[in-house]
């Protein structure tokens, strides 16, 4: 099992980003994906979910509204979509597949002018 995260980078606020997560060893349609955040000193954050054909979307209240998450079966690619940014969403951004327990490496977003 294998998540690779790209798309990460430095951006002024209010800019947007796209990450991207490629998906290997195993069904990726038939598994539930997750966006996780981590910034220095806090707690790694649940960011946005979603389920196996993409009909159902959960996201962190601080995030509702600026970010998407979506994917696409036929590339095993989860996406997320990172809109009107702010300094605070400066983290490293993880994907995760809970029912493999699988993580990727991260890729860093900062937000700052």
């Known amino acids: 099992v294998q998540l690779v995260e790209s798309g990460g980078g430095l951006v002024q606020p209010g800019g947007s980003l796209r990450l991207s997560c490629a998906a290997s060893?195993?069904?990726?349609?038939?598994?539930?994906m997750r966006w996780y955040r981590q910034a220095p000193g806090k707690e790694r954050e649940l960011v946005a979910h979603?389920?196996?054909?993409?009909?159902?979307?959960n996201y962190a209240d601080s995030v509702k509204g600026r970010f998407t998450i979506s994917r696409d079966n036929a590339k095993n690619t989860v996406y997320l979509q990172l809109n009107n940014l702010k300094p605070d969403d400066s983290a490293v951004y993880y994907c995760?597949?809970?029912?493999?327990?699988?993580w990727g490496q991260g890729t860093q977003v900062t937000v700052s002018s």
């Open positions: 060893g195993f069904t990726f349609s038939q598994y539930n």
């Open positions: 995760n597949c809970p029912t493999r327990n699988a």
């Open positions: 979603i389920t196996t054909a993409g009909a159902i979307t």
